[in-house]
T-cell receptor, first 111, second 112 residues
Framework: KQEVTQIPAALSVPEGENLVLNCSFTDSAIYNLQWFRQDPGKGLTSLLLIQSSQREQTSGRLNASLDKSSGRSTLYIAASQPGDSATYLCDFMEYGNKLVFGAGTILRVKS | SQTIHQWPATLVQPVGSPLSLECTVEGTSNPNLYWYRQAAGRGLQLLFYSVGIGQISSEVPQNLSASRPQDRQFILSSKKLLLSDSGFYLC???????????FGNGTRLTVT
């Protein structure tokens, strides 16, 4: 059974810092992975999608990498801003179309 | 473009009452559909997913059920709500070729 772990559970940093959020999974037979952000009381917004054949994707200040051999994905946020404060979740799509989410990392960027 | 509609946005129901949450997707065909629940301070829990009409996979045994009567319609139901059913319910869809997962805006359910 696929298990997804996100570390750290919570993170508080001053504005301007570069951040790394981690997501690990137990079964390398994944189809793709996706990073989301969720603002309090809101739905999820997709940030980056990495197919299993890819190693990373970039969008603006965000970069996500995938290492299937080690069972890890990282989300890198450059020059963090207070507007980045949110919960960040990763999810994996298994073959068979089942999606498994991590519990999330709560990020707070202080101005 | 594709859109996903989920309603209602908020719902307050007494214990023992029935539940019906509806989710529809526009602009695509034969999507994978998902129901998730997020309890307060918790992560996302997959409840049901469907890869086609009438095909429902249940992840968590409980008093909830799901149905997919039409290709782009996914319904979450309960005959009798429990207090523990309170939470934030999210519907999501994705295409078969691994395109991004898209979420609806969610339904906040409070069972009193």
């Amino acid at each position: 059974k696929q298990e997804v772990t996100q570390i750290p559970a919570a993170l508080s940093v001053p504005e301007g810092e570069n951040l790394v959020l981690n997501c690990s999974f137990t079964d390398s037979a994944i189809y793709n992975l996706q990073w989301f952000r969720q603002d309090p009381g809101k739905g999820l917004t997709s940030l980056l999608l990495i197919q299993s054949s890819q190693r990373e994707q970039t969008s603006g200040r965000l970069n996500a990498s995938l290492d299937k051999s080690s069972g890890r994905s990282t989300l890198y946020i450059a020059a963090s801003q207070p507007g980045d404060s949110a919960t960040y979740l990763c999810d994996f799509m298994e073959y068979g179309n089942k999606l498994v989410f991590g519990a999330g990392t709560i990020l707070r960027v202080k101005s | 473009s594709q859109t996903i509609h989920q309603w209602p946005a908020t719902l307050v129901q007494p214990v023992g009452s029935p539940l019906s949450l509806e989710c529809t997707v526009e602009g695509t065909s034969n999507p994978n559909l998902y129901w998730y629940r997020q309890a307060a301070g918790r992560g996302l829990q997959l409840l049901f997913y469907s890869v086609g009409i009438g095909q429902i996979s249940s992840e968590v045994p409980q008093n909830l059920s799901a149905s997919r009567p039409q290709d782009r319609q996914f319904i979450l139901s309960s005959k009798k709500l429990l207090l523990s059913d309170s939470g934030f319910y999210l519907c999501a869809w994705t295409d078969r070729d691994g395109t991004p997962l898209h979420f609806g805006n969610g339904t906040r359910l409070t069972v009193t």
